[in-house]
């Protein structure tokens, strides 16, 4: 669609060379996408108002092409009509919406003086004398002013906190933030690792063995393998209210109302172990969670399982496990009873144990409030033989392809 637009000027020409001359009829092209997008934009909620508008102006200037009707319809002078006019002949209707760009003022923080500080930045606090650890921008701020100017930067004299903020945000530096990474302390955390992978790809095995109805005989002339994961959850803490919690009122409150103010009875360990092949948690509670205590757990499973089964537990490197305590008790057992895969060191989430506690806390545990720490016992025990009603076979697949 064309229009005849009543500019006083020609493209490339300023008001101060066609104010003398008449106005001439300038044909303004509107595509229907061009249409179509200018109807968008001048009904949005969420564009800039210089930009809604403009559209405005030009599709009223489709309709009637007259600067002053147009302003008064719009609520603007009419030479903002005409200026908008005449930069969608030059630029097009939709980069007339936006504002020209500004040459702006010169920047008076010089880039040497930007890269002082962002590596000053890049230190700690508490190694230019201050007692934080590290920098607020504000401090930041401060130190600049007081020794920019020493170090040649003499921009930053008058340096503010909100600059700083820019000046960082540009480089994507936050230094009064810690982000926490983990040092690798295992040397032979790969191995380790592939040991781990290598038992879990041994319960894949066993799994399609069982499950093959014409392999299940021979299966069982082999020496049977029960292979568990197992770990221990200290800290669980028996917590008491104070006063009763309210129950929900339909219109009224529609949680449970606790107290905020509490009363602690000690806390549990949790011993417990999850066989990979049929899904049944072995569980211990006990107030503590010593060598003494893993022991009592290794006779739990050397009595849960018949005497030709190899049990392979797969555990990290705790000092109850490995202790001179526990290697005495398992050195009693007969050979190939027990065998130990450990984990690397901060490698805990290999062992699938700990997705069973993370379930165990976010649902028996989740805002558990008791009266002893017998009645934790007791509901962790119920909530453990709740499990094993129904058990549920857990999988392991991160890396395990990889597995040898």
Same mark, same amino acid.
């Given at each position: 669609?064309?229009? &005849?637009?009543?500019? +006083?000027? *020609?493209?490339? %020409? ?7 001359? $008449? ?20 009904? +949005? ?23 002053? /009707? ?11 009509? %005409? ?15 936006? @504002? ?14 930007? /890269? $002082?500080?962002?590596? &000053? ?13 590290? $920098?607020?921008?504000? &401090? ?15 921009? =930053? ?11 960082? !945000? ?11 990474? =983990? ?27 069982? /499950?093959?109805?014409?392999?299940? #005989? ?30 929900? %009122? ?19 360990? &949790?011993?417990? *172990?999850? @066989? ?73 989430? =290999? !062992? ?20 002893? #720490? ?13 499990? !094993? ?6 999988? $392991?697949?991160?890396? =395990?392809? %990889?597995?040898?």
């Amino acid at each position: 669609m064309s229009l &005849l637009a009543d500019s +006083s000027f *020609g493209l490339g %020409e300023t008001r101060i060379t066609a104010m003398g001359r $008449w106005r001439q009829a300038v044909e303004l092209a509107l595509s229907d996408e061009d249409i179509a997008k200018l109807t968008a934009i001048s009904r +949005s909620r969420t564009e800039r108002g210089s930009r809604v508008v403009r559209a405005r102006m030009l599709l009223c200037y489709r309709k009637n092409p007259s600067f002053f /009707a147009v302003g008064r319809v719009v609520g603007v002078h009419h030479q903002t009509v %005409e200026r908008c006019v005449e930069r969608a002949l030059a630029y097009g209707p939709l980069s007339a919406l936006d @504002d020209r760009p500004r040459p702006g003022k010169e920047p008076t923080i010089t880039p040497e003086a930007k /890269a $002082w500080l962002v590596s &000053l930045a890049c230190d700690k606090a508490k190694d230019h004398g201050y007692p934080h650890e590290l $920098w607020t921008t504000r &401090l930041l701020a401060d130190h600049a002013r007081e020794q920019g100017p020493a170090e040649g930067h003499g921009c =930053l004299a008058h340096l503010v906190q909100g600059t700083v903020c820019k000046i960082l !945000n540009r480089q994507e530096i936050k230094p009064h933030k810690v982000r926490y990474y =983990l040092e690798n302390r295992d040397a032979e955390f790969e191995r380790k690792m592939a040991e781990v992978l290598c038992v879990y790809r041994e319960v894949e095995v066993l799994k399609k063995a069982r /499950a093959k109805p014409n392999r299940g #005989k021979s299966s069982r002339q082999g020496k049977s393998v029960a292979i568990i994961s197992c770990d221990e959850k200290p800290g669980i803490q028996a917590i008491a209210t104070t006063a009763p919690d309210l129950p929900p %009122e339909p219109g009224v409150h529609p949680t449970f109302a606790r107290d905020h103010e509490y009363k602690r009875h000690g806390t549990l360990s &949790l011993l417990a *172990g999850i @066989d990979l092949l049929t899904g049944k948690v072995h569980a211990l509670v006990r107030d503590r969670h010593r060598s003494r205590e893993f022991i009592e757990f290794l006779k739990l499973l050397d009595a849960d399982y018949p005497a030709g089964t190899a049990i392979k537990l797969i555990l990290d490197n705790h000092s109850a496990h490995i202790s001179k305590e526990t290697k005495a008790w398992l050195a009693t057992r007969p050979t190939g009873r027990f065998e130990f895969t450990f984990t690397p060191t901060h490698g805990s989430w =290999l !062992n699938l144990i700990e997705g069973f506690f993370s379930k165990l806390t976010r649902s028996v545990l989740r805002h558990i409030r008791v009266t002893s #720490k017998l009645e934790l016992k007791e509901r962790i025990m119920a909530g453990i033989d709740n499990i !094993n009603r129904r058990p549920v076979v857990h999988t $392991w697949s991160y890396k =395990l392809a %990889e597995a040898a």
